[in-house]
């Protein structure tokens, strides 16, 4: 278990809690550029901006939620116990 200091595990949750919603809200406009690519005639023109979007918010919002959650759970979670 890690000990961090109160101060540090309230700023670990932060970033968690903001790279979850970062997270969902990437999904959700990615949804809407799917939804726009498949009506619009010109549909290759989207994929730039999807793998855009992907690559610069959604991966690295993801990877922030794992990372901060393991922290979190090793920093404050009960593991010792049956």
């Known amino acids: 278990m890690l000990d961090l ?3 540090s595990y309230a700023w670990l949750k932060v970033a968690h809690v903001v790279s979850v919603v970062g997270w969902i809200g990437g999904l959700v406009v990615l ?5 726009l690519s498949a009506d ?5 023109a989207w994929e730039p901006r999807r793998r855009r979007l992907m690559l610069r918010w959604i991966n690295p919002a993801a990877a922030l939620v794992l990372v901060s959650g393991i922290l979190l759970i090793l920093s404050y979670g ?3 116990k049956p």
């Open 5 to 7: 200091p109160y101060e």
């Open 31 to 35: 949804t809407e550029i799917l939804a």
């Open 40 to 44: 619009a005639p010109e549909g290759p």
């Open 78 to 80: 009960d593991l010792d």
